[in-house]
């Protein structure tokens, strides 16, 4: 009677697992729309004041555009269009707009819309949370990321030389509307900046010849009047003698085991460095000559990868197996994995590997006062962190949760262009472990910060799933090997 009971429980928790693949996702937070051949924005506003900062200190250009607009129709408005190069959008990511008084109001909302594939401009659309009423203003705060956009002139240099980059843009920032006072502004990481367009005083309100320099800061204006697509294409060429660092793809997976109290991460890595090529062959004898001084070099020495504090049992492997060149620093304040790649990296060089360990899982996961839910808060994005930044193409973050969770939803501030659920089948499984994967495009360093909050409920009897499974099993043995000794295999009769 009790192996039939055990039986039956059995059977309902794999019943309850059938609700997995139909939880409710929360849905990507960057979309896209396609729009008539015949759009345009309409002329419902006028940008009175605007101010672009470039900054160029890191691997990757970051733009943040603190613009204040007008409604300049009869009515009230809510959509501004924010254009950019069709080349530009896909490797443009981090868009976040928000009012600049009022940062409290959070994020806007913000999707991609296009109205011609083969039109070299396409458009963002931001949504303001109120509609604008005529003849009043909102200070808008723009900040997002572009990969790839950096080139290293000249493309090949020496093994010990500096290293170059070339950044062009549009002195006038691109706009959808009529601006009526602007400047940019960049800032480089170093004084040494060579080579750079200059603009005659003339085009200047101030009468001055742009760029005005002050240190290792640009600013091109301000300049009056411009109207919506107009375009002043200018170009600088700094040092930047550090590496590229660029992932192709970046694996994460966050597995969560009740039963152990064990929260395992595992992040692969496929990097390459997109700085300049070497003119000639590598040389190993400079090369380890250059380790006395440590002068600044274009190649990938090593990755700091900070983790929270309470991370145990790391590893660091590649494609040949297991990496000694590592270390590991952990305590009360601190838990700091520093790994060395088998090889340098130079500009056109890859280097793929993987890294992971384990934490305690009460410090990520709570327990709701009712019911059966949980509430999991992990990063969404850890892994190196370094002077020069990592940029990430594709990112693909799986969190396995326990098998028999359901109804999971989830919550990031980092926009996402794929959000799923499936079943993970690991040792002593049944029908497979419930699996959120998020995908995102265009990430950076920067998202380290950003959290990833999963809800889901997991009942009781689910957790008893794989205690029942080694149970039964081990019993289906013992019955086996008793009904296989019970059986008579002998040739002859009893005598």
């Known amino acids: ?77 809510d959509e501004y ?51 604008l009423p005529s003849a009043s203003q909102i200070t808008l705060s723009i900040s997002y990321h572009l990969l790839s956009t950096l080139t290293p002139l000249p493309a090949t240099i020496n093994q010990q030389d500096k290293q170059y980059l070339l950044h062009q843009f549009s002195a006038y920032t691109p706009s959808a509307y009529t601006t009526m006072k602007q400047k940019s502004k960049l800032k480089f990481p170093t004084v040494d900046i060579p080579e750079y367009t200059i603009l005659p005083a003339s085009s200047n309100t101030d009468k001055k010849e742009d760029p005005q320099r002050q240190g290792s800061t640009f600013t091109y204006g301000p300049y009056g009047e411009v109207p ?159 002077s020069e930044g990592v940029a990430y193409e594709r990112v693909e973050v799986r969190v396995i949760l326990p098998e028999g969770a359901t109804n999971v939803k989830h919550s990031t501030p980092v926009p996402l262009i794929a959000a799923e659920t499936s079943l993970h089948r690991t040792f002593m499984d049944t029908l497979g472990r419930t699996t959120l994967k998020l995908t995102a495009l265009n990430v950076v360093d920067e998202s380290r910060d950003a959290d990833l909050i999963v809800t889901y409920e997991y009942p009781f009897m689910a957790g008893l799933r794989k205690p029942l499974t080694i149970i039964l099993g081990v019993m289906g043995v013992f019955l086996a090997a008793w009904t296989v000794g019970r059986l008579d295999v002998s040739i002859g009769k009893k005598s």
């Open 1 to 77: 009677m009790r192996l039939l009971t055990l039986a039956t429980a059995f059977v309902s928790l794999l019943s309850s697992t059938q609700c997995a693949s139909n939880s409710n996702l929360t849905k990507p937070l960057i979309s896209r729309q396609i729009l008539p051949s015949t759009f345009k924005p309409p002329q419902v506003f006028k940008n009175v004041n605007l101010l672009r900062n470039i900054n160029l200190e890191k691997a990757y250009v970051r733009e943040t555009v603190n613009v204040v607009i007008e409604n300049v129709d009869l009515k009230p408005q």
């Open 81 to 131: 269009y924010l254009p950019f190069e069709a080349a530009l959008v896909e490797r443009l990511g981090g868009m976040e707009v928000r009012d600049k008084k009022d940062p409290d109001k959070g994020l806007f909302h913000v999707e991609v819309v296009e109205y011609d594939t083969y039109s070299p401009t396409q458009f963002y659309r931001i949504t303001l949370p109120t509609p």
């Open 228 to 386: 919506a697509g107009a375009e002043q294409l200018v170009s600088v060429r700094y040092e930047f003698t550090k590496p590229l660092i660029h992932a192709t793809l970046l694996e994460r997976d966050i597995e969560i085991s009740h039963w152990g109290g064990n929260l395992a991460t595992e992040e692969r890595y496929w990097l390459v460095n997109k700085g300049a090529s070497l003119a000639n062959h590598f040389s190993r004898v400079t090369w380890a000559t250059t380790q006395y001084y440590n002068p600044p070099t274009s190649a990938l020495k090593s990755l700091n990868v900070p983790l929270k504090v309470g991370s145990l049992n790391p590893y660091f492997t590649d494609d040949i197996g297991n990496v000694s060149t590592s270390k590991f620093r952990s305590n009360l304040r601190e838990a700091n994995l520093e790994l060395k790649p088998r090889y340098p990296v130079f500009g056109g060089w890859k280097y793929s590997f993987r890294i992971g360990w384990d934490a305690e899982l009460k410090h990520f996961l709570r327990r709701l006062t009712t019911g059966d839910g949980y509430v999991l808060k992990v990063p969404l994005l850890e892994g190196p962190k370094m």
